[in-house]
Structures are given as C-alpha cells and as structure tokens.
C-alpha cells in the first residue's frame, strides 16, 4: 500500500511556492542586471515596493526579523554608491571638480556622469535588497533552506543557523533586559551594559553547545561527501564560463557571444549540481502543493527575464544599454520593455485574487 503525501492546506489559496518565489528572484536579478537605464529600474522599484507593502499585510508563518527597511537600505546604499563612484571613477565630459593628480586612487576630475552611474548602481543594488526582503518575510527558513540544492545540505544546515541566528538573539536579548528591567536595571553607561552582555554570550554558548551535540548526534557530514572529479570540473569551468557571458553582455555589449558563454557556464553548473545531488537522497515530510496562482508567477517571472535577456530582435532591447559615459543624455524607453516590469506584479495580483477567509 502506497504511503499518502501529506500536502499543505488548500485553504491557504494566497500561498505562494518556494519555487516560484525563486524564479520571481530570478527575474528581479536578471532585470536589474542587465539596465541602468533610470526609467527601468524607476519602474521596478515601484513595483517592488508595492509588492513589499502588500506582503506586510499578509498572514504568514515563521518571520524573521528585519533589521532594515528596503528605504533605509536605498536611503544609505545610493549615496554612498555615488560618492564611491564619483570619487574613484575619473571619465565623464561634465568636470564638476578636480582633485590633484597626485593623490592616490583620488586624484583627477569629479565628473557627474560617475555621481550619476554609482547612484543607478545603488538603486540596482536597492531593488535585489527589497526583491530578497520579501522572500524572506513570506517563506519560513524550513522552505528557503529547502531551495538549496541537495548537493549542498552541509550549506543548507549552515544557511539555516545564520539566517536564525540574528532573530534569536534579539529576542534573548528583549528577554534579558525585561528581566533586568524588573530587577530595578537602568542603562546608565557602559559598565550598565554588563549585565545584558554577559548572560546573552553564556546563552549564545549554551545554544552553540547544543547544536553542535545535535548535529553530532545525528551524523551532519558524516561519511564521503566529497563530488566526483568531473563535476568538479563542470563546476569550476562553468562558473567562469557565466561570469564572462555576463560580463560580455552587460558592460562590452557582445549579445550573441556573452549570450553563449552564459547559457553554456550555467549549463554545466546546473548539471554539476543536478547529479552531486542525486549523492544526497532526501524525503520532506510536508511538501508544499504547487497551484495554479505559482504558475502564474512563475510564468510572467520568466517571460520578463526571458524578453530582457534573450536576443529577440526587438529594437527596444537597445534602450536597456544605457550608459551616461561620456556624456549624461536623457536615456530611452521602450514600451514593451517598460511593461515587461509589471510581471514583478505576480505576487500582488495572487494576494488580490485569493478569496478572503
């Protein structure tokens, strides 16, 4: 007699998979990757903060705690990705100042074609922090460890401590100085701090300590897990193999050749991955129901990315290409590429459309 599969709720209708959540990421990656034009990535991060407001109203199950807000990221990342830029980086026609030559690194024109460039760089950077924020409010640790190839399960146990290391320790941290609180402790100065510290390193020992005897006592890494030789290989050739297809492609606008060179390295990673991993078979007790809503975002995720990343042809493609060197111009738009963006939506529309409990 066949063993029954113990599936998630189906009332739970707004729920979205662990698998679609990753290829949503991979469309916000693949978007902010290969644009720095303003009017693109102004969209995405709209979108994306619709998507983050959304996802603070909705029901979920193991949140983590947040220690900072996607707008206090931008707020801190884009300034200092323009003053990094315009600073270091000396090309540009607009010379707003010039620093001596004989400084190291420093020394030559400011040019704000390079203020410019770092600032669209940070916002980059602010899309993939609030893209990665809301996977990890809506998905359980349990659920994003599981997204970790089986090959990598020693990773896995790994990725899992890190990400709940922080929330713990803030909540024994509240928990101790509620106590103390009660005690009559008031934070006056540094030696006030002693008594928090010192029961929070005892405890974060004693939880170590735990762990480790844990992990000990059912065999985390025991035996051979070391991968065969070629897919060491395919591992070491492909990586190199995507980077430089990425690479052609986004800074010296080779399309066909960067295109190759990233499909080939990702290939081989994959497969490498694919087959170390059948090494490490594995059962979930729970597995989440895959429904209707999950191909939806996962089909507008990867026709986004597919539009912006595959050479189609389409004249509108040239507009991702935007660069203010050497000189700042108003970047183009395309319509088709601007709508593409809205596939970021996904979440948003299977949140809306979910009857209410």
Known sequence: MAAATVREPRSESSRIHGLAW?????AVLTLTTLTRNPWYLGLMLTWLAVVDAVARRQP?????????SPLRFGLFVVPIAALFNGATVHVGATVLA???QSWPLLGGPVTLEAFVYGGLNGLALTGIFAAFTVVNRMLPVREIIQLIPRAYYPVAVVAAIALTFVPVTLVQLRQIREAQAVRGHRLAGVRSWLPLWLP???GGLERALQLAEAMTARGFAAGDDAPDGWTRVAALVGLPLALAGLLLRTVWAQGALGLVLLVTGTGLVVVAIVVAGRRHPHTRY??????LHDWVVTGS???AAGLWALPLALPEQATLAFSPYPRLLLPGFGPVMGMATWALLAPVVVWLAAPAR
């Open 22 to 26: 990753l290829a949503w990421l991979v």
């Open 60 to 68: 979920v199950t193991g949140r983590t705690a947040q220690l900072w």
């Open 98 to 100: 010039r620093l001596p």
């Open 200 to 202: 929070l390193l005892t």
């Open 286 to 291: 729970r597995p989440a129901a895959w429904q």
């Open 301 to 303: 995720a990867l026709a």
